[in-house]
Each structure stands twice: as structure tokens, then as C-alpha cells.
């Protein structure tokens, strides 16, 4: 294992990229981003935080800007209009510039100390994606019964067990920049694993940290979600 130093603040020889979504985070987000660059720079040499607002509503572009502009460490992506959370996501993956991308949320719902639990275990393992698995008993009934099905079918129509796609992970940049993406939607974190699976790169999980902040309501557009997502997994199962 290769190491910036000796004991106990021996830090990992490795860059990473640490790529946040956020739409209306006031509340958690200045906080949340504090605790990653302060987790970050406690056991890798290089990194960088790119955020990348879609287009926010209340006072998070205002919060980001105050709080971060000036931080040599931050990338700061402001959304001209709302684009939808896949197409954020990949704009996020796309400008990661170092070997090692940990796609996380501030929304608050998450632990921040778990993204050093990703970030090592891939690294240790030399796994090419490491997925967060969360416990669900926080979602509701119906969210429960989206989530099931968001991850079972990859496993019936694609032989593929994407164990939790829609969760925190770290992907290794150069198998993101070797992988060929159809969906449009969020299915296409899905897509991803199911590819990198069927070209033998390794793929593993851990548990994580995972609890709802407040009651989860279900609203037209996660309904919505779910349905684009339905129809890139039948569109990816008839192409493959």
C-alpha cells in the first residue's frame, strides 16, 4: 500500500474526484460539504469537490458561492435551468478529472464518514465500482415497492445484481470513460453496473449509513422517475 505518510494520519496515495448533486440543500449543504473536504483531506493527497447546483430554488447557489467560491479544493457548476437529476449526475462524472469518483448527496439523508469507507475498500480491493448498500426500513411503503423492482428487474432480464445503483458509490474514471450509455434516465447508474459487470470489471458493495431526515412523500416526479426508468431498462434489454 502505497502512503503520504506514517501512523495514524497516514494518507492514500490516490486522487479523488467527489461529485455532488444538489437542488434546494439549504439546510444541509454547507455543513455536509465541510465535513467531505475536512474527511477528504484526512487520508487522500489529491482531491477535488465538484458541485454542481440544478438550478436551486431557494438560497443554495447564494450559500455554495459564499462558502466555497474561493476554495482552491471546489468546482462550482450552477445550472442555467433545471436538468433533471441523471443528466446533473452525468455532467458530474464527466468533469471529474482523477482516477477515483465518489458520487455523493448532502441532502443529509447520508453519512459523509462513509465516503473514506467507499473510497478504502475500493482502493484495497481494487474494485472497479463499490457500491453503497442502505438499509431501506426508513422508505415508505410505496418507495419500498419502486426500489424493489428498480432492482430486481436488472437481475431477472439481465442475470445482473445491481445491489443498490441508485446509492453513494465510487466508480474508477477509466472504466466510466469506457462504458457506452443509453438511458436518459436514472436507470443509467443501472446500466452502468449491468455493462461493467458483463466486461469483467469487479464490482462490489458495502453497507452504509442510511436514514430518511424527515417523512418521505411521494410526488408525480418520482413517479415519473420510476416510468422513464422502466422504459430505458425494456429499450437497454431489447439493444443488448
Not at 454547507?30 to 438550478?55: G, H, P, T
Not at 455523493?104 to 465516503?115: A, E, M, R, T
Not at 428498480?150 to 445484481?161: A, E, I, Q, T, W
Amino acid at each position: 500500500m502505497t502512503i503520504g505518510k506514517t501512523g495514524k494520519h497516514a494518507r492514500l496515495n490516490i486522487s479523488v474526484s467527489l461529485v455532488i448533486p444538489v437542488f434546494n440543500e439549504e439546510i444541509t449543504a454547507v455543513n455536509q460539504l465541510k465535513q467531505c473536504e475536512e474527511i477528504l483531506n484526512s487520508f487522500v493527497k489529491k482531491y477535488e469537490i465538484i458541485v454542481a447546483d440544478d438550478s436551486s430554488k431557494d438560497q443554495t447557489q447564494g450559500l455554495l458561492k459564499k462558502y466555497f467560491s474561493d476554495n482552491e479544493k471546489f468546482s462550482l457548476i450552477f445550472n442555467k435551468r433545471n436538468i433533471g437529476i441523471a443528466s446533473n449526475i452525468k455532467q458530474l462524472y464527466r468533469a471529474a478529472k482523477y482516477e477515483y469518483i465518489c458520487l455523493y448527496s448532502v441532502d443529509g439523508d447520508w453519512n459523509p464518514y462513509d465516503i473514506k469507507k467507499l473510497i478504502t475498500h475500493s482502493y484495497h480491493t481494487n474494485s472497479d465500482i463499490v457500491i453503497g448498500k442502505r438499509n431501506k426500513s426508513t422508505y415508505s411503503y410505496i418507495r419500498k415497492i419502486i426500489s424493489y423492482y428498480y432492482n430486481f428487474l436488472p437481475k431477472l432480464l439481465f442475470h445482473v445484481d445491481t445491489i443498490d445503483a441508485g446509492s453513494i458509490k465510487v466508480i474508477k474514471k477509466s472504466l466510466f470513460e469506457k462504458i457506452n450509455l443509453l438511458s436518459k434516465s436514472v436507470f443509467f447508474e443501472a446500466e452502468l453496473i449491468i455493462k461493467a459487470n458483463n466486461k469483467g470489471y469487479s464490482i462490489s458493495f458495502i453497507p452504509i449509513s442510511f436514514k430518511k431526515r424527515k417523512k418521505e412523500k411521494i410526488k408525480i416526479g418520482t413517479i415519473k422517475l420510476a416510468i422513464t426508468s422502466l422504459i430505458d431498462l425494456i429499450n437497454l434489454r431489447i439493444k443488448i
